[in-house]
C-alpha cells in the first residue's frame, strides 16, 4: 500500500517541460515522457527497490502487403509486468517499430526496437500510476488543453492537472517527502516518528509542511534525530 506523501506526489501536476513531442500519423503531434524520465520519477516517488519490473515476452512481426506478400514494415512487440511494493502488479504490452534497412544497420534496428518495446510497454505499466508518471498523455482533450495554455502563457510549465487543484501556497512540495522518506529508510527511523517530532516542532504533520520546515526537517535527518528512531 502506498504511503500519504506517495499518493500526493502521484496527484501532482505534470511539468510540461519533461513532455516531449515527435511526428504522428496523418500530421499530428504526439506527446509522450522519455523512459528515462518515468524511472527517475518512480525512484523519486517509490524509491529504488521498491519496484521492479519483469519482461515477459518479447516478438518480431513481419507486416505484409495483403496483395503482393511483400513485407512492407516491421515491428517488435513486448509484454513487461511491474510490480511495486505493496501494490498489485500490473502487465502490459508495448510496441516499436523497425526500420528495414540493408546491411549492418539492420541489427541496430532490431536492437533498438526490441529495447523500445520494452520501455513501451514499461511505460504502459507505470500509467496507471496517474498523471506523474504519464497518464494524462493519453487524453487527447487534455493535451490540447495544456498546449494551449502553453502557447497562450509563454511557459514551458504546466500549473494544472485534470484531476486535482493546484497546490496551495506554502504546502509543501512532494519533492521533500520522498527526501524524508528516503534519508529515514537510511537512518532506519520510522516515519511515525518522524511524523511525531514535526507535530512536535512545528504542529503540523509531514503532509503540511511549509518548504522552510521540510528543510528544516531534513538538515536534522541529515545529522541526527534520535526523538524519532522506532520504540
Known amino acids: 500500500m502506498l504511503h500519504k506523501d506517495q499518493i500526493e506526489a502521484l496527484r501532482q501536476p505534470l511539468d510540461w ?4 513531442e515527435r511526428p504522428g500519423p496523418g500530421g499530428t503531434r504526439l506527446s509522450y515522457l522519455e523512459g528515462y524520465d518515468v524511472i527517475d520519477k518512480a525512484n523519486e516517488i517509490f524509491l529504488p527497490g521498491e519496484w521492479g519490473h519483469e519482461t515477459l515476452e518479447v516478438q518480431y512481426h513481419e507486416v505484409a502487403d495483403p496483395s503482393s ?41 532490431h536492437d533498438k526496437g526490441r529495447k523500445g518495446a520494452i520501455t513501451d510497454a514499461l511505460k504502459r ?27 497562450k502563457a509563454g511557459n514551458p510549465k504546466l500549473a494544472t492537472n485534470k484531476t486535482s487543484q493546484p497546490e496551495q501556497a ?7 517527502l520522498a527526501e524524508i522518506r ?13 511524523e511525531k517530532r514535526c507535530r512536535e516542532l512545528y504542529g503540523t504533520g509531514l503532509a503540511e509542511l511549509s518548504a522552510e520546515q521540510a528543510t528544516d526537517i531534513i538538515a536534522k535527518l541529515k545529522e541526527t534525530l534520535p526523538a524519532a528512531r522506532a520504540g
Do not use: H, W
Open 69 to 109: 506478400g511483400e513485407v512492407v514494415g516491421a515491428f517488435y512487440s513486448a509484454r513487461v509486468r511491474l510490480e511495486v511494493r505493496g501494490c498489485i502488479p500490473v502487465t502490459e504490452e508495448g510496441v516499436c517499430p523497425v526500420e528495414l534497412v540493408k546491411g549492418k544497420g539492420l541489427v541496430l534496428e
Open 17 to 20: 517541460a519533461r513532455v516531449k
Open 125 to 151: 505499466c507505470f500509467r496507471i500510476y496517474g498523471e506523474q508518471l504519464g497518464n494524462s498523455l493519453y487524453d487527447r482533450a487534455y493535451i490540447s488543453e495544456q498546449r494551449a495554455a502553453v502557447r
Open 182 to 194: 528516503e534519508l529515514a529508510a537510511r537512518r532506519k527511523l520510522s516515519m511515525q516518528g518522524i
Open 170 to 176: 506554502g504546502k509543501n512540495n512532494p519533492t521533500y
